[in-house]
């Protein structure tokens, strides 16, 4: 299995190589770090001298779009390639060696999740933006992070070729809109966007939980963290299923 999973990842190299858009998407959290750390500063000034616009004022929301940019488009991008291995049915080839299906599940899915948990983690901590709690800080990286099997299994899941795909893919990129709800939608009609996962790290990035209040438990971090759980949990299990069945029928 060792053999198999380190050819695994040296073709996986190979191809962002030669694959111009694969290397780009690989290397978009850099550009997004270099945007946050050079280009909102730079933004920022400018329009506060010519529109008397504070952008600091704007950092969580800025931050948060950034960040859900992250899971997005490594999930995407791992959609895409499970897509075109189940189209060449290259899964049912995996099935059978000593990799077998699982491990070939779990290094496809473990893998973006974990350079998601990076990225994410560089992004907010290096961005030069506001941050929460050291607590709280891990607990939406985490949650950020757990979209990235979610991206990719919704991609592998409900589409039957690359175009359907695109499709999909620009369908979920609305979730990058999700810190817009939590920032402009009032309590509590916002949470009708808690069907969504990004919703939950979102709120605890732009600080949209608070300690005590007359509905304080809903308002706390750790609700907050154990609701983004539930709800990306749920996802996650819902769309496996879709995805086993549509890989069993291939």
């Known amino acids: ?12 190299a190979k191809q962002a190589v030669r694959d111009p858009m694969l290397g780009l998407a690989l290397c978009a959290p850099v550009l997004l770090l270099i ?4 280009g909102l500063p730079a933004a920022g000034q400018l329009l506060e001298a010519e529109f008397g616009i504070q952008l600091v ?27 075109e291995e189940r189209d ?36 907010l901590l290096a961005g030069g933006l506001g941050t929460p709690s050291a607590a709280e800080s891990a607990a939406a990286i985490m949650l950020y992070a757990l979209q990235t099997p979610l ?9 039957d070729n690359k175009v359907e795909g695109l499709a999909l893919s620009k369908a979920a990129g609305i979730t990058v809109f999700t810190p817009a709800a939590v920032a402009f939608i009032p309590w509590p009609w916002q949470l009708a966007a808690g069907v969504i996962p990004s919703y939950w790290p979102v709120r605890l990035m ?3 939980v608070e ?5 304080g438990w809903l308002h706390s971090p750790l609700s907050t963290v154990l609701m983004g759980l539930i709800v990306t949990g749920g ?3 819902a769309v496996f299923a879709v995805f086993e069945r549509k890989v069993e029928h291939r």
């Open 206 to 208: 732009m600080g949209g």
């Open 35 to 38: 945007v946050l750390r050079f």
């Open 88 to 123: 060449e049915r290259l899964i049912g080839c995996y099935a059978v060696t000593p990799l077998g299906k699982r491990g070939y599940l779990v290094y496809r899915l473990l893998l973006p999740f974990i350079l998601s948990l990076l990225f994410t983690a560089i992004l």
């Open 211 to 215: 300690n005590g209040g007359a509905d």
């Open 1 to 12: 299995m060792k053999w198999q999973l380190t050819g695994l990842l040296r073709l996986d």
């Open 57 to 83: 004022h704007y950092e969580p929301l800025l931050l948060a779009f950034f960040l859900q940019l992250v899971p997005l488009m490594l999930g995407m991008l791992t959609g895409f390639v499970m897509l």
């Open 235 to 237: 996802w996650l299990v």
């Open 151 to 159: 991206f990719a299994l919704v991609l592998t899941a409900w589409a």
